[in-house]
């Protein structure tokens, strides 16, 4: 069972940056299985969840189109962490931010982030 623990969410005026972060841990040590993609969904009030960006061990990137220039994913392998870097951020991009990992995403999920974008 892999353990997902995201942070740093919060409010943040439009134009601005955050930088969310997941660790992954687990009962005994997690399997690089659980950890071949780890990413990013996001759920907006109302609305479904959907992919925001996923990388996976291999470097293979997957970013959706509305954050593309953006939104930069990366991840510390060694330190079973990734990171979603948020620059000019909009208020549509107000959701929780929730983390994935597995040998496909959506595998694991974390808890959730709260991001707010005022205008």
Known sequence: QVHLVE??????Q???SLRLSCVASGSGS???FSLNVMGWYRQAP????ELVATLTRGGR???VDSV???FTISRDN??????????NLKPEDTAIYYCTSGINAGDYWG?????TVSS
């Open 46 to 49: 109302g609305k479904q969840r």
């Open 7 to 12: 942070s740093g969410g919060g409010l943040v």
């Open 68 to 70: 593309k220039g953006r």
């Open 111 to 115: 808890q959730g982030t709260q991001v």
């Open 61 to 63: 990137t997957n970013i």
């Open 78 to 87: 060694a330190k079973k962490t990734v990171y979603l870097q948020m620059n």
């Open 30 to 32: 997690v399997s690089a």
């Open 14 to 16: 439009a134009d601005g």
